[in-house]
């Protein structure tokens, strides 16, 4: 059995920072690709960012040079350090990884957690 567990979520003004932390635990071989995804209320839940294994970066238009993600491989933990915070970047933020099992490679969702950055 694989969990991912979110932290760091809240309640901040709009500019302010905030750092996303997702850790896996269970038995786990290995972890390819780590991201964070987000869904406001009403709307599709939208990749915010993803790093690979080897420590690429993709980040959507909306959050490029406010936003930067890393993964600490010894620790199965990926975070999101978000800066220049906006309304619009209200949502609930979800972690995303691909995990290799016994079974195999299988992707795994967070719980999520709450962003609100409102004044």
């Known amino acids: 059995q694989v969990q991912l567990v979110e932290s760091g979520g809240g309640l901040v003004q709009p500019g302010g920072s905030l750092r996303l932390s997702c850790a896996a635990s269970g038995s786990i071989f290995s972890i390819k690709g780590m991201g964070w995804y987000r869904q406001a209320p009403g709307k599709q839940r939208d990749l915010v960012a993803r790093i690979t294994s080897g420590g690429t970066t993709s980040y959507a238009d909306s959050v490029k040079g406010r936003f930067a993600i890393s993964r600490d491989n010894a620790k199965n933990t990926v975070y999101l350090q978000m800066n220049s915070l906006k309304p619009e970047d209200t949502a609930v933020y979800y972690c995303?990884?691909?995990?290799?099992?016994?079974?195999?490679?299988?992707?795994?969702w967070g719980q999520g957690t709450q962003v609100t950055v409102s004044s």
């Open positions: 995303n990884a691909y995990i290799l099992q016994s079974t195999g490679w299988g992707e795994h």
